[in-house]
């Protein structure tokens, strides 16, 4: 069993992370840190717990740390971080100097060359990059990225797409919950009845991650946030190279696997793409535990002329999204003989 340490253990993202290493098959969480105003105290008594199940007990009683590079224990294989990401930037790369293999959601650092931002089921291959960061900065450890949510949930279907049909603009429309800001993200008089149509800094990450994951894209992002707890929808147009018709893509998706289903990583779903023929299908309740949150569910697939599909995908932000990327990619790491 491999020691694991959850830094921004007491937010959404964090909390999530708790939840699924919770009776994980080859990972144990020996640590968890967060800010000052949690720091000193067990975390049953420091979280503000909001998820479905209940606290695990083997982290209930836990000490929450102070976020401190120097003082996680050596035995420490993995380190996951949730953390924000200018507090990110001052810590994740002391800790892959230490030696610790980092798998982080924060988005410093996501855009750097030699630094692997990775969906298992799209770009696996991508892990190579870990043997020139750790040459080009001197560094034991190394730093693997999650991408943004949105980018996450929608590289998923646009991988198959592209394979077969090549892809070569993408225009897109998010439809985000609240939990994809943060426990403290988006005050409450600001989202019931409404519509945010601005999310800082969204587009771009969308616009510039995508690329970086699949190859040459031209991509067009909207991101906007809605009254939805858990859960993105996105409303994707894409121009393909070769005309697509709508029967074949639809196994075209839902045949689709990856590494993570060959190799039975624990936390891989049977299906990374469901598709769903209903007309009123995905919708963030009734969808967004599909493979226990780490499939995204494609709907409302529709052809415009000879080489325009649109689609809507939808997936659960903090899982898919955060937390389950990061431990399916942990997995990868640690089936690849990555991680010491
Ligand atoms: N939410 C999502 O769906 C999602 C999806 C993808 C990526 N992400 C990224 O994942 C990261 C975490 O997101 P989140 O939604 O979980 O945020 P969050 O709910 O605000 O949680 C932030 C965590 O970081 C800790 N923290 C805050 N400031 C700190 C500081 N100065 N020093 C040390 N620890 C500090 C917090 O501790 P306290 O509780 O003590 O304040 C908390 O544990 C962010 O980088 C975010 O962009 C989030």
Same mark, same amino acid.
């Given at each position: ?90 810590? +994740?790369? *002391? @800790?892959? =100097?230490?030696?610790?293999? #980092?798998?982080?959601? &924060?988005?410093?650092? !996501? ?95 969308? +616009?510039? *991650? @995508?690329? =970086?994951?699949?190859?040459? #894209?031209?991509?067009? &992002?909207?991101?906007? !946030? ?115």
């Amino acid at each position: 069993m491999l020691e694991v340490y959850v830094l921004g253990a007491t937010g959404l993202v964090g909390q999530r992370f708790v939840q699924l290493l919770s009776g994980h098959p080859w990972m144990r969480i020996a640590g968890v840190a967060a800010s000052h105003r949690s720091a000193g105290r067990k975390y049953r008594d420091s979280v503000r717990w909001v998820l479905e199940s209940p606290i695990p007990d083997e982290v209930a009683d836990l000490n929450v740390d102070p976020v401190d590079p120097s003082a996680i224990p050596e035995e420490v294989s993995i380190v996951f971080s949730a953390l924000p990401s200018q507090v990110a930037a001052q810590v +994740e790369p *002391e @800790l892959a =100097k230490r030696g610790f293999v #980092v798998v982080s959601n &924060a988005s410093n650092m !996501r855009m750097d060359g030699d630094v692997p931002l990775i969906v298992p089921e799209v770009n696996p291959r991508s892990l190579d990059l870990v043997k020139a960061q750790r040459e080009a900065r001197g560094w034991d450890g190394f730093i693997v990225k999650k991408p943004n949510c949105s980018t996450t949930i929608l590289a998923l279907p646009l991988k198959p797409i592209m394979d077969r049909y090549g892809v070569s603009q993408v225009s897109v429309v998010t439809l985000q919950a609240v939990t994809g800001a943060g426990f403290s993200g988006v005050p409450s008089v600001a989202i019931i009845d409404n519509v945010v149509p601005y999310i800082a800094g969204e587009e771009e990450k969308i +616009e510039g *991650e @995508l690329p =970086k994951i699949l190859g040459h #894209v031209d991509v067009r &992002a909207t991101t906007t !946030r809605v009254p939805v707890l858990d859960g993105h929808m996105e409303v994707a147009y894409v121009e393909t190279a070769h005309e697509a018709e709508v029967e074949e893509l639809v196994k075209v998706l839902s045949s689709f696997r990856g590494v993570p289903q060959e190799l039975g990583l624990p936390t891989a779903p049977r299906d990374p793409i469901v598709v769903r023929q209903e007309v009123d299908r995905p919708q963030p309740r009734l969808d967004r535990w599909e493979g226990r949150g780490m499939s995204v569910v494609v709907g409302r697939i529709r052809r415009y002329g000879d080489r325009t599909i649109r689609f809507l995908v939808l997936g659960h932000n903090t899982v898919r999204g955060a937390a389950g990327n990061s431990i399916l990619t942990a997995e990868l790491l640690i089936k690849w003989g990555l991680v010491a």
